[in-house]
């Protein structure tokens, strides 16, 4: 991909400015496609695209946490962890106004706001990985390492395989 096909969002200039190295993975974005059809179009397995998800606390205090693209967040585990009643998936309209990030194109690069961003510690030990760069239809693929160099990463145990 050329550079000047790189859509620059929020995310790509924070990378940009860290000078952290990542791949752009201009893919066609469906409603509801996912992960699932992220990693088939990119041609990995599904655990290798990172979700970021934004969820709230029971007191409205928002929260970004990192999963494997297969895998999902166990709430419970989440809530015991930050020792609060409950965890729950923000609505579209909160979680556009925490990160400034359309749903679908949520990155955890170069939110409107600064918000914990707590990683599934087995994401940190891939080679690679692909997260969303900022749009819809946007993937960069970078080392799990260089999270660490965006923002400050919280890693945490609270994968639910689905059965």
Known sequence: MKKEEIPVTPA??????????????????EEHGGTKLAAELIGVPEGCVVKTLVMETDQKKPLIILMHGNCEVSTKQMARIL??????????????????????GT???????????????????????????GKRGFIIEISPKDLKLAFPVIEVNAAVVPQ
């Open 83 to 104: 020792g609060v009643k409950q965890i729950l998936p923000c609505e579209a309209n909160a979680a556009m106004r925490y990160t400034g990030y359309q749903f679908g």
């Open 12 to 29: 790509v200039r924070v990378l940009r400015q860290k000078q952290i190295p990542f791949i752009p993975h201009m893919i066609k974005y």
């Open 107 to 133: 990155s955890p690069f170069g939110t409107r706001h600064t918000l914990p961003v707590y990683a599934e510690k087995s994401i940190l030990e891939m080679d690679r990985i692909f997260i969303n760069g």
